[in-house]
C-alpha cells in the first residue's frame, strides 16, 4: 500500500479510486478534517489561525501570500508523506483550499520534485477520454502494488 | 432593535490566512455581518465569462461571479468588502476592477483590502465602520448645512481638534499634540469654546472621530460617534464647497493616510492605510526634526527646493531617513532635502494608495499636512491637477463631526 497524493487534493473520484485499489489517498479531506474537529473556533468554518501561515512558511517563502502559506500548512505536511501522486491538469473548478492557483503551481512543482511516481493526466472531456483516463489510473495504481478492491 | 448591515464579502484567501475570524469580528462590532454570496456553478461560468478577466485562481473566478451578481441584483447586499492577499499579484488586479465595476454599475459602497496573516479586527473596524454608516446614514450624510451650535472633535493619532459651529459658520477652533487622549480632548474644547465665546452648556450637539472617538464620545457624552473615513469626505466637500457632484479626498495623517472617492457628499470607494510610515506625516515631521526645524517651516522651505536632485523613494519610513541623511551628508541643500520629502510621501501615497480608488477633480487635501506647501505642489504634480486646499483643512475631521452632529439637534426637539 502506497500513500498517494490526489491532485485536486479535493477530488472525491481520485481518492475513492486509490483507495478502491488498495492504497491511502493523501487529499486535503484529511487536513481539513484536523482544522474542523481542533477545539475551539477561532476562525470558522476552518479554524485556521494566524499560526498556520507561519507553519506554511516551511513549504513556501516569506514573500509569498498568507494564503498560499496557509494552504501550505494544509498540503505539506501531505506531501511530505506521499510516496507517489496522481495529478489532473486542467480540471474543472475547485474553490476553497484548491483556489489559489499560485498554491497550486507550487503543490505540482513539489510533487515533481519529490521523485516519487507521478502520473500526470488531463482533465478528460468526452467518454472515450474518460475511460482511458480511469484505465490510466488503474493502471498506475496497480504498478504502486495495491490489492484490487 | 436595527437590522444589520449585510456586507457581501468578495474575497480570496481569507479562510487560509487565518483571518476570516477578524473580518467578522470587524462586522459585528459595528452591527454588520458579512455574508458571501451565494451562486450557482452554471452562473459562475456565465459571469466570468462576461467579465472578460481570465484569472488563473477559481476563488477569484468566484469573486468576480459573485460581483456581477451583487450588480445585477440577485443578491441583496449593502455593502460590499473585498479582500484579498497582500502580495499576489493576480488578485491585485482582480481587487481593482471589481472595486471599479461595482463602484460604477451599483451605489453600494465598497472597500478593497490586501491583508496579511496579521490583520487584525481593530485594523478592519474603521473600513466596516464606514460602509455601514454610507448604508445606514445616508440621510444624515446628505446634510450639507450645519444649524445651531454644535461641537465636533477630531481625536487623531498624532493631533487632537476642535470645531465649533454656529449656523454654518466655524466660531472656535481648538489644535493640540494628542498626549492623553481625554486630556487633549478636554484641553482643545476649552479652547475652541473661549475662541467662540460660549460655555459647554451653549453646545446643542457634539460629534466625534479619529482613533480615540470612542473614549472622548463617551467622555463628552457625544451624540455622534463617527469614524473618520465618512466624517472627512463630508468635512471636505463642505469646506471646499463641492457637495454636489464627484470630488476626490486625500489625507495624508500622522499614522495613515485616505484616499476617498466621494459622489455628493458620500463616499463611495475608499481606502485607508498604507505600506509604511514612510508615507505618511510622521515621516515629515522626522524630516523637519533632522532639518532642525518647526513642521511649519518644512513647506516654505520644500518650495524652494528641487525634490529631483535628491534620490528618495524609499517605502520605509527608517530607509527613507536614511536617504535623508545620506543626502545632507552628500552635500545637498536643506530646501532641496524637505522638496525630496514631500515628493517621496506624495509619489508613494500615489503609488500605493491612490490606485485603489477613482481620482476624480477635484482633489482636495486635508489634515494637517494640507498645510505643507512642498507636500501639495508634489502631489499636484503627479496628479496633473490644481488640488483643493479649503479653509480649515487641518480641522477637517472636527469640522465634519460639528456639521454631522447638527442632524441631532432636530431629534432631541422632537
Known amino acids: 500500500m502506497a500513500k498517494v497524493f490526489i491532485y485536486p487534493a479535493t477530488s472525491l473520484m481520485l481518492s475513492d479510486l486509490v483507495a478502491r485499489y488498495g492504497h491511502e489517498p493523501l487529499g486535503s479531506a484529511l487536513s481539513v478534517r484536523e482544522h474542523i474537529q481542533a477545539g475551539g473556533f477561532d476562525s470558522p468554518p476552518l479554524q485556521i489561525t494566524p499560526e498556520d501561515p507561519k507553519v506554511g512558511l516551511h513549504w513556501a517563502a516569506v514573500e509569498v501570500p498568507s494564503g498560499v502559506r496557509g494552504r501550505m500548512a494544509l498540503y505539506g505536511p501531505l506531501i511530505e508523506s506521499a510516496e507517489a ?29 519529490k521523485g516519487i511516481p507521478v502520473l500526470d493526466l488531463d482533465y478528460p472531456k468526452t467518454k472515450d477520454e474518460g475511460v482511458s483516463f480511469v484505465a490510466a489510473i488503474k493502471s498506475f495504481l496497480t504498478d504502486l502494488g495495491g490489492e484490487d478492491a | 432593535m436595527t437590522k444589520p448591515v449585510r456586507i457581501a464579502q468578495l474575497t480570496c484567501g481569507a479562510e487560509y490566512s487565518g483571518i476570516q475570524a477578524e473580518i467578522d469580528q470587524a462586522a459585528r462590532s459595528v452591527d454588520a455581518e458579512v455574508f458571501y454570496p451565494d451562486l450557482s456553478l452554471q452562473d459562475l461560468r456565465k459571469s466570468f465569462d462576461s467579465f472578460g478577466l481570465n484569472v ?143 460655555a459647554r452648556d451653549d453646545i446643542e450637539a457634539i460629534g466625534t ?15 455622534l460617534i463617527q469614524e473618520e473615513l465618512t466624517v472627512n469626505s463630508k468635512g ?49 515631521e522626522m524630516t523637519a526634526k533632522r532639518l532642525g526645524i518647526d ?36 552635500g545637498s541643500t536643506p530646501e532641496d532635502v524637505a522638496a525630496a520629502a514631500c515628493h517621496s510621501v506624495a509619489e508613494q501615497v500615489f503609488e500605493q494608495q491612490l490606485q485603489e480608488v477613482d481620482i476624480r477633480e477635484p482633489v482636495i487635501m486635508v489634515g494637517g499636512t494640507s498645510l505643507i506647501d512642498g507636500l501639495v505642489r508634489a502631489m499636484g504634480d503627479l496628479l496633473q491637477t490644481e488640488i483643493v486646499v479649503p479653509h480649515h483643512s487641518q480641522y477637517i475631521g472636527a469640522t465634519g463631526a460639528a456639521l454631522l452632529a447638527s442632524g441631532y439637534i432636530d431629534q432631541k426637539t422632537e
Request: hydrophobic share 45%; proline share 3%.
Open chain 1, 85 to 113: 501522486a496522481i495529478i489532473i491538469q486542467e480540471a474543472d473548478f475547485a474553490f476553497g483550499c484548491m483556489g489559489c492557483a499560485r498554491t497550486n503551481e507550487l503543490l505540482i512543482f513539489l510533487l515533481k520534485q
Open chain 2, 56 to 198: 488563473k485562481s477559481p476563488d477569484l473566478k468566484l469573486a468576480i461571479a459573485r460581483a456581477e451578481a451583487l450588480v445585477a441584483g440577485t443578491v441583496d447586499a449593502d455593502a460590499v468588502f473585498i479582500g484579498s492577499c497582500f502580495r499576489c499579484a493576480e488578485a491585485a488586479i482582480v481587487r481593482t476592477e471589481l472595486r471599479r465595476y461595482i463602484h460604477m454599475n451599483s451605489t453600494l459602497p465598497v472597500v478593497s483590502y490586501s491583508f496579511t496573516e496579521r490583520t487584525t479586527s481593530g485594523t478592519l473596524l474603521t473600513r466596516m465602520e464606514a460602509l455601514t454608516t454610507i448604508a445606514r446614514r445616508r440621510a444624515l450624510l446628505a446634510r450639507e448645512e450645519q444649524t445651531g451650535i454644535t461641537l465636533g472633535v477630531d481625536s487623531g493619532s498624532s493631533t487632537t481638534k476642535c470645531i465649533v459651529m454656529k449656523d454654518d459658520e466655524i466660531i472656535g477652533t481648538g489644535w493640540e499634540p494628542t498626549t492623553e487622549v481625554l486630556k487633549s480632548a478636554d484641553l482643545v474644547v476649552e479652547n475652541a469654546l473661549s475662541e467662540a465665546g460660549l
Open chain 2, 209 to 223: 472621530t479619529g482613533y480615540g472617538r470612542f473614549l472622548i464620545g463617551k467622555h463628552l457624552n457625544a451624540d
Open chain 2, 236 to 284: 471636505a466637500v463642505y469646506l471646499a464647497e463641492t457637495q454636489r457632484g464627484p470630488s476626490t479626498v486625500i489625507d495624508i495623517g500622522g499614522m495613515d493616510n485616505k484616499a476617498i472617492s466621494v459622489m455628493d457628499g458620500i463616499p463611495g470607494t475608499f481606502t485607508m492605510g498604507g505600506i509604511c510610515a514612510g508615507a505618511s506625516g510622521r515621516f515629515l
Open chain 2, 295 to 330: 513642521i511649519t517651516e518644512l513647506g516654505p522651505l520644500a518650495m524652494k527646493g528641487m525634490s529631483d536632485d535628491v534620490p528618495m523613494n524609499s517605502y520605509c519610513i527608517v530607509f527613507g531617513t536614511q536617504s535623508l541623511v545620506n543626502a545632507l551628508a552628500a
